[in-house]
């Protein structure tokens, strides 16, 4: 970001090893099953064809050693459900899937070594939200309106005759929400909009990730250039999201903020930076939009 005569080792190692783990007990990330169930996770390499390299326990919770993983990139997340058994497969760009005769398989996600905090699946018995068709009502929606207007039929009928027993209709419940289609890597340019002294670059061209959980918890945002920001925080069911986070850009510590929109293949959004050292008491502002 900021014009120096030229990078630092600590700039160097930062632009190495920024986004990895740390040597010291950053190997491991969490893993999240919806709904939570006891699972292995199976790697698809070319090197490693079917090695379970986690489990999780009945509360679908676990850990992953991503050192298991290293220089495998961008891994396909897949559902695999047979009559005995149900796992979650790992196939690496050089991996193929089981040839599994009486198992079904559905691509759930992705997984980014080295740039992912954690290992969120949402099985396919997870409720997900039904989306209308053709600018019509879902079933879903049209269920829930005749099951409501049902249940006032029945109430109405009950007070009029003043007694003869009670109803109790079922209150329809609210549909999961699945925004993981909204997650992802955009490719983004950002410019600079304010700039109290720290003399920043005007412009620049990098990634912005957005990962989380499927209703939007627990989100982890991420500014991808020379110098990686991290953000946590999380996204409203419009696509709005909004993190703070903490770091040092090689001698500038700030603490900052992100905010904006993500639809299933945009971005845009505003990031905030405040300075503690470097320039402290300064603030500068980067709008930034893009596309998968």
Same mark, same amino acid.
């Given at each position: 970001? !900021?014009?120096?005569?030229?990078?630092?080792?600590?700039? @160097?190692?930062?632009?190495?090893?920024? #986004? @990895?783990?740390?040597?010291?007990?950053?190997?491991?990330?969490?893993?999240?099953?919806?709904?939570?169930?006891?699972?292995?996770?199976?790697?698809?390499?070319?090197?490693?064809?079917?090695?379970?390299?986690?489990?999780?326990?009945? $509360?679908?919770?676990?850990?992953?050693?991503?050192? &298991?993983?290293?220089?495998?990139?961008?891994?396909?997340?897949?559902?695999? &459900?047979?009559?005995?058994? /149900?796992?979650?497969?790992?196939?690496?760009?050089?991996?193929?899937?089981? =040839?599994?005769? =009486?198992?079904? %398989? &559905?691509?759930?996600?992705?997984?980014?070594?080295?740039? $992912?905090?954690?290992?969120?699946? /949402?099985?396919?018995?997870?409720?997900?939200?039904?989306?209308?068709?053709?600018?019509?009502? #879902? %079933?879903?929606?049209?269920?829930?309106?005749?099951?409501?207007?049902?249940?006032?039929?029945?109430?109405?009928?009950?007070?009029? %005759?003043?007694?003869?027993?009670?109803?109790?209709?079922?209150?329809?419940?609210?549909?999961?929400?699945?925004?993981?289609? !909204?997650?992802?890597?955009?490719?983004?340019?950002? /410019?600079?909009?304010?700039?109290?002294?720290?003399?920043?670059?005007?412009?620049?061209?990098? *990634?912005?990730?957005?990962?989380?959980?499927? =209703?939007?918890?627990? @989100?982890?945002?991420?500014?991808?250039?020379?110098?990686?920001?991290?953000?946590?925080?999380?996204? *409203?069911?419009?696509?709005?999201?909004?993190?703070?986070?903490?770091?040092?850009?090689?001698?500038?510590?700030?603490?900052?903020?992100?905010?904006?929109?993500?639809?299933?293949?945009?971005?845009?959004?505003?990031?905030?930076?405040?300075? #503690?050292?470097?320039?402290?008491? %300064?603030?500068?502002?980067?709008?930034?939009?893009?596309?998968?």
């Amino acid at each position: 970001m !900021r014009k120096v005569g030229g990078f630092t080792v600590a700039a @160097l190692v930062a632009l190495a090893f920024g #986004s @990895l783990p740390s040597a010291q007990g950053g190997q491991s990330v969490p893993i999240n099953v919806q709904p939570a169930s006891a699972v292995d996770v199976v790697l698809f390499s070319a090197a490693n064809a079917g090695k379970v390299v986690a489990s999780t326990g009945s $509360d679908g919770k676990g850990t992953l050693d991503i050192l &298991k993983l290293a220089n495998l990139g961008k891994i396909a997340v897949v559902e695999e &459900k047979c009559p005995d058994r /149900t796992r979650v497969l790992l196939v690496a760009s050089d991996g193929r899937e089981p =040839d599994s005769k =009486d198992c079904r %398989k &559905k691509r759930v996600g992705v997984f980014w070594v080295g740039r $992912d905090t954690a290992l969120n699946v /949402t099985l396919s018995g997870a409720p997900t939200a039904t989306t209308a068709g053709r600018g019509g009502m #879902s %079933k879903t929606t049209k269920e829930i309106l005749i099951g409501a207007g049902a249940a006032a039929a029945v109430t109405g009928v009950v007070v009029a %005759k003043g007694g003869g027993g009670t109803s109790s209709p079922t209150t329809p419940t609210t549909p999961t929400i699945d925004l993981t289609p !909204r997650f992802g890597t955009f490719n983004i340019n950002a /410019t600079k909009t304010t700039d109290t002294g720290c003399n920043f670059n005007g412009s620049f061209s990098g *990634q912005f990730y957005v990962g989380g959980i499927a =209703d939007g918890s627990n @989100l982890t945002l991420r500014m991808i250039e020379r110098l990686t920001r991290a953000y946590a925080g999380s996204m *409203q069911s419009s696509g709005s999201y909004s993190g703070t986070g903490s770091g040092n850009l090689d001698g500038f510590a700030y603490t900052g903020t992100v905010s904006g929109t993500a639809t299933n293949t945009t971005v845009s959004g505003i990031e905030t930076l405040n300075f #503690s050292t470097g320039c402290p008491g %300064k603030m500068v502002v980067y709008a930034f939009s893009g596309t998968k």
